[in-house]
Structure formats: C-alpha cells, structure tokens
C-alpha cells in the first residue's frame, strides 16, 4: 500500500521520533522474512540497521524487538509450517542463530555491536525477574550496544500462542520506561476497517485513547503470512505502552529505510501516552496498595533522599518484613513517618546483613558484590511529591 507522505514538521509520527529519546523498534516475521518464507530479507534489514544507526548519531538510544527465528528455522530444519508446539520450539531453536547473524550483518558496517536477550512474558511480569533484564539491558545501553530481543520461544509454552512480539514489545519498552514504541506493519497504521478488503476504509491518524471502539476496528488476528500477530495485538500493546507513558507508532515496514521514512513524514497512527515513563513508573510505586516490608533511616538518610539521593545501607537502621529483591517497600523515618516507597534491590536478609555499612562494604558483608543502593532513586518515588 502506497503510503502518504508530507512534510516532516506536519507530521505527528515524525515529531515523536524526533523528541524520543529511547525507542523500542518491533519488527514481525511478515517484514523480516522474504517471500520464500524461510530467509532473511537481507537489504531490508541493511536499510533497517542504517536508520537505527543514525537515529543513535542523533542520540537516541534503539532497542529491537525481532521476530523470525521460528520461520527461519523452519527452512533451516526442512519443516512445514505447523501449529504443533513441539515443532515451533525445535524451529525457534535452529532459527535463533540465523536471526542474530543476520542483525550482526545489518549492523557491522555501522560498528554496532549487537547483543540477543532471550524473554518470556513471565520474565517482564515476575518483578525479580523484570529487575534482571532491565539491568541487563540498560549495561548493553551503556555500552553503545543494540539489544535485540526476541521471546525465548524454545521453552515457551503460552508465549508462542499470544502471537509475534507485540505485547513483549510493549512490556520492554514500560521495563526500560522508553518515549516511543514504534511496531512495524504490513499497514500504515489503523482503518476503520480492514483496507485490504474494504475501499471504503478510513485511516485514523491519532488515538488519544485505546477504547472499545478502536478495538472494534482492529478486528482479528492475521491469517496469512509467516507471522501470526494482527492489528488487534498491536492494539493491546499500544494501550499497555500508553499506561506507562510511552506513545505507540503503528507504520508500514515492507519499504526499505522504514524509520527514516517516518522521519520525513511517512503516515502512520500514532497513540498518545498517559504522563510520561518516569512519571508513571513511579505512580505505580507509589500506589502499590500492599508494600512487602519497611526499611527505617536515620535523619540523614532522610535528608539526603528528600534531596534527591538513593538510599545507601549505611542509612538504614532497621529491616521490618520478609522480602525478595524486587520487591515495593516503604521507608520510614526514626519517628515513624512513612516518607517513601521504592522497590529494593536485595532480599529482606541481605538487606539486614548489609544494614549500616558503606556501599564499598557490601561484597565484604555479602561474600559478592552487589549494586551500592538498596533502593535507587530511579526507583523510588517520595511520598507527596
């Protein structure tokens, strides 16, 4: 489908790529997959790898969320296309490797290095394991690498059946509280119905809010194709998106440099965010009904996080509660002021072990090292601001 295109300063999806500043890029097996159904589109993927190399020379930080191990695996084994779970694992399995050699290829002639985490959706729902790919993620950030994630579907069971990777991508970009979650199509984003049946379908440029009647739009899910997600998949992952604050593009991706095609005003639909990431991150701290444990500090402590700091186990005078790392706290102050609330990077024990010492006493406390804050101020919000 011929897509419309006008100036980039009048278009919206254009905007939001130009202010975003941590992107999450989904790609299906239906843009990654040529027509063979079992190989890569190698110069799609080429022009793909040079946008995101320019969008990170602009400063942005991208992050992919790629489909196709099970197709590509498919041709690899001699499989037929199957429903049977047993046989989508074995592909996944022989796909993995073919799918991360060819981002390596896309990538090399930019001098990216690429990196493959490998995620079920129960990995961004169980907070301790949530808190484990973030903090992997954000080293490969910090390292100018590219996380490229797919869904660990060799082991997956209920996974594989949710359809491509648009919810994943969705909870990847709340985990790394990213601006923009950009899924590629083979669409230019949402009709009031299906414009590959109906002429009389009307493209919907914008969507404030995901409502009963914008899911009514999206109908079923795809049929056809090597992919097996739909419309109605990236709808549900544009309103999870949307409730942590990060906006949702749904754009075409079948054309060679999909991204830089949107930066020069490519249509597409876009779908408001509710506040921003950090903001509601920490709306979720904050409003968590049950904490699992209590932390006291001393006046120090409390003063330095009302400045802004992290809290240090050298503030902590007493550990009330039984919890894991990952887990939503509150802190309170000597005189019983509940003050904060944040989410703990130690279990309830550990805590107690290392309760009082210097950040640089913890591995020596521990036996290993361990991260110096207890609760990092990215991860704690203070009651009432």
Known sequence: MAMERGTAAASEPARLLKAAR????????SLLIGDSGDAARVGWL???????????????????????????????????RSARLDHKQAAAAAGQTMLMQAWDAAMAPHDVPTAQLLLTLEDSEKRRRWLNAR?????LLAQSALPVINENDS????ELRYGDNDRLSARVAQMLRADLLVLLSDVDGLYTGDPRHDPAAVH?????????????????????????G?????????????????????????????LRLLAEGARATAFGAHGSPARAYKQWIAGTLETAGTLVVDD????????????????????EGAFERGSCLTVRTLAGAEIARGICAYTADEVRTIAGASSKGIEARL???????????????????
Do not use: F, N, W
Request: net charge positive; aromatic share 0%; charged share 15%.
């Open 22 to 29: 941590r992107i999450v890029v989904k790609i299906g097996s």
């Open 46 to 80: 080429a022009s793909v790898g040079a946008d995101i190399a320019a969008l990170r020379a602009e400063g942005k930080q991208v992050i992919v969320v790629s489909s196709g191990a099970v197709a590509l695996g498919r041709g690899k084994l001699g499989l037929r």
């Open 135 to 139: 903090a992997t993620m954000e080293v």
């Open 155 to 158: 082991v997956a069971t209920d």
């Open 204 to 228: 919907i440029p914008h969507v404030a809010d995901v409502t009963g009647a914008i899911e009514a739009h999206a109908g079923g899910a795809a049929a056809a194709g090597v992919g097996s």
């Open 230 to 258: 739909g419309m109605r998949t990236k709808i549900v992952a544009a309103r999870i998106a949307g409730g942590a604050g990060c906006a949702t593009l749904i754009a075409a991706g079948h054309e060679h440099h999909p």
């Open 300 to 319: 120090g402590a409390a003063r330095a996080l009302a400045g802004g700091k992290s809290l240090l186990p050298a503030g902590v005078t007493a550990v």
């Open 367 to 385: 036996g290993y090292a361990g991260p110096d804050a207890l609760i990092h101020r990215d991860d704690l919000v203070m009651l009432g601001s």
